[in-house]
């Protein structure tokens, strides 16, 4: 992989060059446009363009996907959307900050706020006080136009399953240190797990997630609280940079899986 280069970009160049797919990087890797013949197809950010735009849209909405999960009967961790000042006209911030705090005294063991969109963990915070909350809104709203909150749970095991149209091509533990997050980015090693009754559980819950959002590529997170697997969150971009560190083929592998979906 070049250095600086995202292996995510490094994956389609070389999945491109081995196909005889013309391929050109653009916007510093944020934009990819690949042709072959007169088919023309563009990946951007992490998305490959396998998803639609709904299954893309609430899968990036943390509230949206735990209401459909709900919905489709599908265990999973709620999340209540707020908007920030910019968008919360109909709901002003002093209501919002007041149903904020009534959701904290129905979860005395605490809270997690987050913002409504995004990944890697950033701009999360658990709050169990009403100071904390107001320093939670603060940063998010101040770069964010909405937040989502869920309790707070002692989460026991963490898994994620990158999902490519029912096949679960990655799945593994996020082994965490000393931070409660088991998010890589904070420290997080990658535990591969090729089999047992967690990964067939995870998998199982995983597929299900997918097929209620109507989503084809996917990482889903799945948490273990009290003996009971749930769905934390769903993304539709596939990000896998830090576990490329550790495993870059199993990596490559799936992308370029990923991309013959996209040009079979």
């Not at 994956?11 to 072959?36: D, F, K, T, Y």
């Not at 909405?61 to 009967?73: F, I, Q």
């Not at 095991?157 to 890589?184: A, M």
Request: with cysteine.
């Amino acid at each position: 992989m070049s250095d600086g280069q995202r292996i995510f970009v490094d994956a389609i160049l070389r999945c491109c060059r081995a196909r005889g797919i013309a391929c050109e990087v653009r916007s510093q890797g944020w934009l990819i446009v690949m042709h072959r013949g007169e088919r023309r197809h563009f990946a951007f950010g992490y998305d490959l363009g396998l998803n639609s735009a709904v299954a893309h849209r609430i899968a990036n909405d943390k509230s949206a996907t735990a209401e459909v999960l709900a919905n489709a009967g599908v265990g999973c961790i709620p999340h209540t959307l707020f908007l920030g000042p910019k968008l919360g006209k109909p709901a002003p911030a002093e209501y919002a900050r007041a149903a904020m705090l009534d959701l904290l005294r129905a979860h005395p063991q605490g809270l997690v706020a987050k913002p409504n969109e995004g990944t890697s963990g950033q701009f999360v915070f658990k709050v169990t006080s009403e100071a904390e909350f107001d320093h939670a809104m603060r940063e998010i709203f101040a770069s964010h136009l909405a937040l989502a909150i869920s309790p707070f749970v002692e989460v026991e095991d963490e898994v994620r399953v990158i999902e490519l149209d029912g096949d679960p091509r990655v799945v593994y533990s996020k082994q965490r240190s000393s931070d409660w997050r088991h998010n890589l980015d904070f420290g997080a090693r990658p535990i591969l797990l090729d089999r047992g009754e967690a990964r067939d559980a995870c998998v199982a819950m995983a597929r299900r997630a997918a097929q209620a959002i109507g989503i084809r590529f996917a990482s889903v997170d799945i948490v273990r609280v009290a003996g009971e697997w749930k769905v934390l969150e769903v993304n539709s971009g596939v990000m896998m940079e830090l576990l490329g560190r550790h495993h870059p083929e199993l990596v490559y592998a799936t992308y370029e899986a990923a991309l013959d979906k996209v040009f079979e």
